[in-house]
Nanobody
Framework: QVQLVESGGGLVQAGESLRLSCAAS????????MGWYRQAPGQQRELVSS???????NYADSVKGRFTISRDIAKNTVYLQINSLEPEDTAVYYC?????????WGQGTQVTVSS
């Protein structure tokens, strides 16, 4: 059974940075795409960034220039570096892996940004 485990969330002040990690139970190259989603209270889950197995990256317009997705294939881990955090970034951040149409999700990690 594939497992994705997020870590790195927390309570920070506006302007600070965080690095979220998503550790997979197997090789991340087994996924066609891995991504980070977030869900704020009362809102739908939204994609913020993704990376394909070939290393191509994609970002939501709202996070371009502040968020950076990366990976360490040897560690089976995908990262999300978040800089210049804003209160509007407050949400639960979820790791997602898509493998041939099947989606796998982590349990989420809370990011709270105080102003």
């Amino acid at each position: 059974q594939v497992q994705l485990v997020e870590s790195g969330g927390g309570l920070v002040q506006a302007g600070e940075s965080l690095r979220l990690s998503c550790a997979a139970s197997g090789s991340i190259l087994g996924f066609n795409t891995m991504g980070w989603y977030r869900q704020a209270p009362g809102q739908q889950r939204e994609l913020v960034s993704s990376i394909t197995k070939f290393g191509n990256t994609n970002y939501a317009d709202s996070v371009k220039g502040r968020f950076t997705i990366s990976r360490d294939i040897a560690k089976n881990t995908v990262y999300l570096q978040i800089n210049s955090l804003e209160p509007e970034d407050t949400a639960v951040y979820y790791c997602n892996g898509n493998a041939w149409g099947k989606n796998y999700w982590g349990q989420g990690t809370q990011v709270t940004v105080s102003s």
